[in-house]
């Protein structure tokens, strides 16, 4: 009954898509090419990556699940890993599903200065629906997709967080 | 080699026929939804080899002729990484594994068998809900899990992952129930459908917005755990019993690693803002207390107000409670004290000593809370770590203010050690709101109100809101320096190990629900 | 005559210590603020007297003068530095310290008032035949007023605040249905900044280069100018690396625009340094845009290629000195770059990165000088600007300067707050900037979009990701617990009833 197999296909799905192969547990294949690497733990939590020869600075800044966010060299990838059978239920479920309900949070933190829409309102792909305001610039928040704004998780004049929940957009039908 | 004398042979062609269901098209219906069979997330969740179905060959009632078998589910016992555990997986290809007589029957029977034996159960739901056909016997059906689970609660775990619909009276097994898991997009749980809240209300509403993971995870809090796809979420099943013991006399799992220190304890101390009244991550400051990447947070997406999870220190589980000031300031409202309150229950029934890590600056004030009553949620809150026997370990970080202080398991309500960091303010209420009602009338006389309101709350600073002056009066165990948090722990919890506080006897305490 | 015994900083940061070390070499004794938001800052290490107000976390020290005033009098203090930024180009200040008899180290109030309004400091160069970009007469306070004007000039236009500085309330409009939500966007942040809507509309140049001159003035009336800094590498009109001299300017040309510098300073009698900053389009045309009546962050690489100490002659200025400089004494000696070292995640838009410094490590090099207010251990909070370290690094030649730069970034390492040291490894292997063709469009028009990556780095990443991930899988699949022994005492308690 068990689907043992000694080699697993990953998709690492950021902002750009790497395809990994593990063999009896161990990489093998990055984007289908032999990899030609090592990582080395060299402090608490600090690793050299070397790859084709040359060495990167990498550190691990959080695993949640299959999420993986990294920092290479000072600059940050977030990755979603994807086993064959999660990849194909993706594409399975956004070909169905059409699309999602779209949930935007803050880029940074900083004071929401105002709220430039009501709850139920139409707003289009680009459209501000908040200022924010960090470090005393004033940062357009911008819906992601045309819709309806389906709610608003802030006021005018509340302080939020990083990563906070600013507002959803429901593209309809 | 098959053996081929006759009592053998019916073994075999039986087992070949039960294989023989698992055909292409089993696994192509599930398949297309973006689901996985349950053989397969059986498959996923235990130890290889190691899973033996019992009941696999009945069927349902007054269809004894018909050719599958199983009734819609699979159950049966197996090893997940070595320990034992009770498994049933509810089959959506057969009659959409709505519940029928037998196949409640069966759930029923490994339901007994986990309790009398003492081991967890894992109840893997994707069920359309009662067996129409059965009428009033499937409901039955649900009554006996029902039952079931309320005799197994707090006995041992029970875990229930919905990996599907679970509708109607379906629902309130997995509410019975320790942890719930969903997974995205595939999963939904709600008493009545949307076409029924149409019917009724004439309301608009889909599957995701009625009972869809997120809203479970987020809104509701139903969900404790979300996952991106079903193999995560079985994943995290497997990663969330590596920490509970097998039943409520055991103590839970002991790791044996060795690379485990956190590292950076000095950090501590910097995490904090220079502000009080800036907000920080409270994750951060767990992360540095605990083993190295072993905390693991439950309900994160719902009542982000207050962190809970499962951690490791010192390689012994621990169950941790953090208000977190990125939220709400750290606010205490009706779903976070919920969301404590029944997490502090859970690690209190099943012997998992219990952290908390303190910066709250008072309940969540206003209409909505007062009219729903905040009064009895709060209350839950210091109900469950009242009566909890397990071992409690309070660390101040910062505001410990008024009613809120009381609740987070302050030495009075039992906390067995209460700690404070020097930035800590114990007091009954922040210094602003302090120096306006206390100093009401001299601000009011004064010719310069700002500037005595600003000395004021000064003074009350240094006299009042700091560590200070509860550790000179006892209600502090002793003022640490943050970078030392980790090891006083471990000394601490090391003390705590032979505790045991007993209460009455009594039928059950009535707690405000 | 009036000799600086003392000096205030109102300030902080590695301006701060930037003014204390000139002080300390002039035999002047600093003061600086100890302020609640930052109690361990490095600057306090910089003064002589450290000033404790971190009782009072109500006010913002650096832009409180009240507090300034009475701080400066009760310490018996002569002189007050304002830095740069907070309360360096409020008028308000000066005039304060005037009627107090304390020493502002800086232009007269009446030079920044008049300078630092953008309408009259328009007029001034319209008066003085210096060339400006078409735009609004007067100020404009409605939308209806800003689209009118807009029409006049034709889109692209520039809103800017009439108040405003560092391009902070500063929008490009590019066509007419931009308009209304531009124009609450500046007027918004301008109401909020300088606690002025009013705004300029102004042509918008496509591509221009930002060429600014250094000017140093005495209270006798002599004006001289320490040659150009360019400073096109910019986002959202906020420098990010400057250098001087300009690769743009012909001696010719560098005369020219320096001379106009000169004329607009003559027509408001400035004195102390300041600075006048240009457009200058792809034809070479310049276009006076304002002036900076304060220190600049940028004004090191100036100090650099000529030698001259500026809040040296700052002091001295304030203390009525004659300057002693005269224009052709100064030559430009060799070329210079200043790398601003932010805070910020370069790949989230900038944005800020606040936090603990882990690790900085910043390395000894004759060629290479760093002004910062930072060190391993500090905390880079969002109260104040994001900048941790300026790298100011020199060269006999551009080129030199540029392979000096490298050579630096490569052993440069700051860790725990995410910084623009990739950004500026990424510019200095860009063909635009290495050529010296480059304009205030660089960062959107002439860096790659994935400007921060090596080449394999992300293979490095997905490998790294990978195996983390593997890990924490492995762990979950193969994790095997060995069960506590539970003390007998332990046990027979353990059940209750």
């Known amino acids: 009954m068990k689907l043992l197999r000694t080699i697993k296909n990953y998709t690492l799905t950021g902002e750009k898509k790497v395809n990994v192969q593990v063999r009896d547990g161990k990489l093998h294949k990055i984007n289908n090419r032999k990899a030609a690497f090592e990582i080395e733990l060299i402090d608490n939590d600090e690793y050299v990556i070397k790859v084709n020869e040359k060495s990167h600075l990498g550190q691990v800044v959080s695993l949640k699940q299959n999420e993986v966010t990294v920092m290479i060299n000072g600059n940050t990838y977030n990755f979603t890993v994807e086993t064959e059978l999660g990849s194909k239920r993706k594409e399975k479920l956004t070909k169905d599903a059409g699309k999602k309900v779209s949930k935007t949070t803050a880029p940074l933190p900083g004071e929401i200065v105002a709220v430039l829409v009501t709850e139920g309102q139409e707003v289009h792909k680009g459209e501000p629906v908040m200022i924010l305001e960090a470090m005393k610039m004033q940062n357009e928040i911008i819906s992601p997709i045309s819709g309806k704004i389906k709610a608003l998780h802030v006021k005018a004049d509340e302080t939020v967080m990083k990563d906070q929940a600013l507002f959803e957009v429901d593209p309809g039908k | 080699m098959n053996d081929n004398r006759i009592p053998f042979k019916r073994f075999h062609a039986r087992n070949e026929s039960l294989q023989a269901q698992y055909d292409e098209k089993y696994y192509s219906k599930q398949h297309a939804k973006g689901k996985l069979t349950a053989v397969e997330r059986i498959d996923f969740l235990m130890d290889e080899g190691s899973f033996r179905e019992i009941d696999a060959f009945v069927k349902p009632l007054g269809k004894e002729n018909q050719k599958e078998y199983g009734d819609g589910v699979i159950v049966g016992y197996g090893t997940i990484n070595g320990r034992k555990v009770f498994v049933y997986a509810q089959d959506f290809t057969y009659m959409g594994g709505s519940l029928g007589t037998v196949h409640a029957r069966k759930i029923q029977k490994v339901q007994e068998m986990s309790l009398k034996m003492g081991h967890p159960i894992v109840g893997l739901i994707d069920s359309g809900g009662a067996r129409i056909q059965e009428g009033v016997a499937s409901l039955a059906g649900y009554a006996g899990i029902f039952m079931q689970n309320v005799k197994s609660s707090g006995v041992i775990p029970q875990i229930s992952v919905i990996l599907g619909p679970a509708a109607g009276g379906a629902v309130y097994s997995p509410a019975l129930t320790d942890f719930r898991f969903m997974t995205r997009d595939t999963s939904y749980m709600f008493v009545t459908g949307p076409e029924v809240v149409k019917e009724v209300l004439n309301e608009d509403v889909t599957f995701e917005e009625l009972g869809g993971a997120e809203v479970h995870a987020t809104e509701s809090g139903v969900a404790d755990m979300i996952f991106n796809d079903e193999e995560h979420t079985l994943m995290g099943v497997k990663k969330l019993l590596s920490y509970l013991p097998s039943n409520n006399v055991e103590n839970p799992p002991v790791n044996q690693d060795e690379d485990i220190e956190p590292g950076k304890p000095e950090k501590l101390s910097l995490l904090l803002p220079d502000d009080a009244n800036k907000p920080y991550d409270v994750v951060d400051v767990i992360q540095l207390i605990v083993d190295k990447g072993s905390f693991y947070e439950i309900a994160e997406n719902h009542a982000q107000n207050i962190v809970i999870g499962l951690a490791r220190l010192n390689n012994e589980v621990t169950g941790i409670v953090a208000n977190q000031p990125k939220v709400l300031a750290g606010c205490l409202d009706i779903n976070a004290s919920k969301k404590a309150a029944r997490f502090v229950r859970f690690c209190d029934a099943f012997n998992i000593p219990l952290l908390v890590l303190e910066d709250v600056p008072g309940f969540m004030p206003g209409k909505y809370q007062e009219q729903n009553a905040i009064i009895m949620h709060g209350a839950k809150l210091l109900y469950a770590f009242a009566e909890a026997t397990v071992p409690k370990i309070t660390i101040i970080l910062r505001k410990a203010f008024g009613g809120a202080y009381i609740v987070m398991n302050s030495k009075n309500m039992g906390g067995d050690f209460n700690f404070a960091w020097p930035t800590a303010q114990v007091a009954v209420m922040g210094p602003e709101g302090a120096v306006k009602i206390l100093n009401r009338k001299e601000l009011a006389e004064s ?53 045991f506080e007993q209460s009455p006897t009594r039928k059950h305490g009535n707690m405000p629900l | 005559m009036m000799k600086i015994n003392s000096i205030l900083i109102a300030n902080r940061g590695e301006i701060a210590i930037r ?183 102004e042509k918008y140049v496509e591509n221009p280069r930002h060429i600014e001159f250094q000017i140093l003035g005495d209270k006798h009336g002599n004006l001289i100018h320490l040659f150009e800094r360019e400073c096109s590498i910019q986002r959202k009109h906020q420098k990010l690396l400057e250098e001087a001299p300009s690769a743009a300017l012909s001696d010719e040309l560098r005369e020219k625009i320096g001379a106009d510098a000169i004329k607009i300073c003559k027509a408001t009698n400035y004195y102390s340094a300041g600075t006048v900053e240009f457009l200058l389009d792809d034809q070479l045309n310049h276009y006076f845009m304002e002036m900076n009546t304060r220190i600049q962050v940028e004004h090191p690489i100036t100090e650099e290629i000529t030698g001259v100490d500026i809040v040296e002659q700052q002091i001295k200025i304030a203390q009525d000195e004659e300057l002693q400089l005269k224009q052709d004494d100064i030559k430009i000696n060799g070329w210079a770059m200043e790398l601003r070292v932010n805070a910020e995640d370069v790949q989230a838009g900038f944005a800020p990165s606040t936090g603990l410094i882990e690790l900085m490590e910043i390395p000894n090099k004759k060629h290479l000088r760093c002004d910062s207010g930072y060190q391993t251990g500090k905390v880079v909070i969002s109260s104040f600007d994001s900048l941790v370290a300026k790298l100011i690094i020199t060269g006999k030649t551009r080129n030199q300067t540029i392979k000096n730069c490298r050579s630096v970034l490569s052993d440069t390492t700051i860790k725990g707050v995410k910084t623009t040291l990739p950004f500026f490894k990424q510019v200095m292997q860009t063909p635009a900037f290495v050529q010296g063709h480059y304009t205030t469009s660089f960062i959107e028009k002439d860096l790659a979009q994935s400007f921060f990556q090596e080449d394999d780095e992300i293979i490095a990443a997905a490998a790294l990701a990978m195996e983390t991930y593997l890990k924490e899988q492995t762990i979950i699949n193969t994790g095997k617990f060995g069960d506590k022994q539970v003390s007998a005492w332990a046990m027979s308690k353990k059940i209750k009833g």
Do not use: W
């Open chain 2, 447 to 499: 010719d310069n109100p700002e500037e005595l309101r600003r000395q004021l709350v000064a003074d009350y600073k240094e006299n009042v809101a700091n560590p200070y002056v509860a550790d000179e009066k006892g209600y502090i165990d002793e003022v640490i320096d943050p970078a030392e948090t980790r090891q006083v722990l471990i000394n601490a919890f090391a003390l705590l190990e032979n505790k």
């Open chain 3, 19 to 201: 003014i204390a070390r000139t002080a300390k070499q002039m035999g002047i004794k600093t003061y600086m603020f100890l302020s609640h938001h930052e109690p361990n800052a490095l600057h306090l290490s910089h003064a002589d007297e450290v000033i404790d107000v971190s009782d009072n976390t109500y006010i913002n020290v650096y832009t409180n003068i009240d507090k300034l005033i009475e701080t400066a009098l009760e310490y018996k203090i002569d002189a007050i530095h304002p830095g740069y930024g907070f309360l360096s180009e409020n008028p308000y200040l000066p005039r304060e310290c005037e009627r107090n008899n304390i020493i502002f180290i800086g232009p007269s109030s009446t030079a920044i008032y008049q300078m630092g309004n953008k309408g009259m400091a328009r007029d001034m160069a319209l008066k003085n035949n210096i060339p400006v970009l078409q735009g609004s007469e007067g100020v404009i306070n409605t939308l209806a007023e800003a689209e009118e004007t807009a029409k006049v000039i034709g889109y692209p236009i520039m809103l800017k605040a009439v108040a405003g500085g560092g391009g902070k309330g500063m929008r490009v409009v590019r066509k007419k249905s931009e308009m209304p939500l531009m124009f609450k966007l500046a007027t918004n942040e301008a109401k909020a900044l300088f606690d002025n809507d009013s705004m300029l509309i």
